[in-house]
């Protein structure tokens, strides 16, 4: 086997920031590569400059010995480099076969004599009867015919990878394939990977799903702050410990130590028969119930985009439900304003943190505050005390170990992980009774993940109610103690997070499966 | 320490550059008019600023554009671009003079209170006209920018026709009658013009500079004006707060049409506000301040400076006013480009964020 990818000395700096710093990789034609590390270590950045999206600073890009510059994806995918993107780029209403074919359709031909004469017009037998048997040979399982607006979303990335290999390319790059993707669709995507290795095809895989990269790479290449710390074989001794050690440059604890306290029987927030239109006028959240209890974290598993986030905006108070109620302790506060909510102790953790959960200009201070500024503490008959919030924000830094480089810096100047803290800090000390998270680690470093955590954790061993929305399910599952699961704007299953398996869920999230009986409504059974 | 003073100085050039600029542009005109620019501007510099006498003139003409500025800023900070002050000026000017001329019956006003209630008739006109945007903007989203510019052509027309058809005083001239003596705001030196209006200027001035600084309403409209959603969801009710926000410009606004009526002009006059009017000083100044109320003063004053000696130098040396237009009009197209960096770090960490951040964003779309 030889090199089909080989970088050298690779750099790339965006002004004075170096986002790829002297990369040497060389990928072996056939394998499987792992590309690892976590959020901003640089793995997207170093894919971008293989398939043509960013150019070099400095060093060069080899594809089978030879040295090549490629200035746009097309000149990637012409010598032979694909790459899937995390976020499909696929027209809904046209069908698979047109999506594949787009951009480099057949056209008829006229054949007068020995000549052929292409017409401007698109043939779209042909176009089928390539696509169908590019199907068959990769055995995929698709038909040329659907519209993608019909198709799951596993099927759309099927049809992704499908449009590369039409492409005819000797390198396939999946940039965070199962970040989308349900149970069920991840272990398929495995299997294909596995299939297409068979074939010859060489696969790089970006992630940061250790488990995956365990199931289906040859080796794994980690990086770590803009550096490719090391390649190694995936064999035994390439444990899911050593390579987040090896991501993080420490050791990570990464299984969620949990108390062992038992769940509260008194109801903190109950939650009855909620539904709300968009509006666009469609139904998006119906009929939904749950309980959740002292000493209790519920989780909430689904593909995103199945109501979670107007369910959050519902609770949250920045969205009008058309029936339900919700009660806080016996208290009504489905209607409540934002500010009403919080004063009646409910926290929250917007899915949207650099939209809704802090604002970037603003320095550390003010937004440690933000919510809560009209409390005696910070705010005497409408003048806000200063000092008192500069103190608030030294005491919040130091027990919530937010890094900070200046003394009071806008939290547009932390990181993705600190900026969370932020908010995990001015919700979690204003002593909520229930907290609202929804997707609480998301893009955060395995660090403050740990420390998000155990927040919550902590939280919830204080005897407080926590609602937890995740698209990441290892979240819910290690986190919660019950899990309901939200599909088209509906719970369709409860279970108890310690014994469900990650497939039921999948089953579950997917549509596949529905309870007809939910615990639900009577707290947790 | 050379860095900070570099970084200290990066606003000072940032705002000197375009005044070097804009005036250079106004010197060439001045030459193609036939004139000696440094002539010119020496001679508008000694008016406006050298003599006590020079300095009441100044004020007097600052004192209308400081409170349109402090309007515009005001609700600028706040994110909401209300251009519309020139309009809410007009029907505050209207509305006073209205009832500093007694018409209504309403010249059955005690003395002492004729003054104050034709203020205050003022303000009410500018906020109730500043509420149409405010209720159209904080209920259907409607795009600021445009209503208020387009209400503003609708006060200066309006104001005309309700002059003309009801309220027209003396019949060889097309304006109300003039306001009661007693409901004057009396001039400081009458041979000047600036009057007491001025002091209230000024407190108002500081009065927003205060607000902003140092209440929890300051705080919320700091917030609203960086990022709307955000504000929203933290629980800062932001519908009611633009409505206020813009409630309080439009009275600053009537403030200024107010004052300009009772302390200066004495009757309200179609299109009195003249090209360009005060409100649209005011923006200007509002924009060179960077919002900044102690900003908004300085600078008004030496907009207010400028003003008189360009009055002096035309009827002097009669250079057209116009150019004193062009000045300000270049002046604010060469602050549109920013000339230095404030921080070269914070753009470095902008890009460095750039690519997580997209990601975010993709990942909830």
Redesign the interface.
Known sequence: MSAIIEARHLTKR????T?NNDINLSVQEGEVRAIIGE??AGK??LMNMLYGILQPTEGELLFKGQPVQFHSPKDAIEAGIGMVH??FKLSPSLTVYENIVLGIETNKKLKIGNKEINLPLIDNKRERKVVEDLIQKYNFSLNPDDKIRDLSIGARQRVEILKMLYRQVKVLILDEPT?VLIPQEVEELIAKIHDLKRMGQTVIIITHKLNEVKACADTISVMRRGQLIDTIVNDDAATAEKLAEMMVGRPVLLRVSKSGKPVGDKPVLEVRHLSAKNAEGREVVRDVSFTIHENEILGVAGIEGNGQTELMYLL???MKPTAGSVKLRSKEILNE??????RDGVG?V???R?????????PVS?NLI??Y??RSRF?HA???D?KEIQKNKDEMVKLYDIRISADDPPV??LS?GNAQKVIIARELSNGPEVLLASQPT??VDIGATEFIHRSILALRDQGKAVFLISSELSEVKSLADRIIVIHDGRIVGEFDAESVSFNELGLYMSGAKEMKQLAGEGGNA | MSDNLKRRSIPVLNAVIPLAFAFALGAIFTMIAGYNPLTVYGLILKTAFTSGGGWMQTLGFACPIILTGIATAFAFQSGLWNIGVEGQLYFGAFAAALVGAGYFGLDCIPVGLQMPLSVLAGILAGMLYAAIPALLKAYLNANVVVTTIMLNYIAIELTEFLTKAFFQGDQSYDSTYAIQETAEIPKIMSRYRVSYAIFLAVAIVLVVWFVSRRTSFGYEISAIGRQLEFSEAVGMRVRKKIVLIFLISGAIAGVAGATEVLGVNKNFMPNFSTNPGLGWQGYYVAVLAHNNPLAVLLIAIIFGGFRYGSIAVQSKLGVPLDLLNIIQGALILFYSIKYFHENKEKIQKHLKKANPAKKEEQQNA
């Open positions: 965006f002004g004075i920031f986002a959020n901003g997207t950045t995390q976020h970040a949250t108070g920045l304003w934002p500010d009403e909510l919080r929250v917007p899915e949207d650099y939209k809704q959960g802090l604002c970037l200009s603003l003010n933000s919510g500024h009209r705010c409408g003048l806000m200063y547009s100047a993705g998301r893009g």
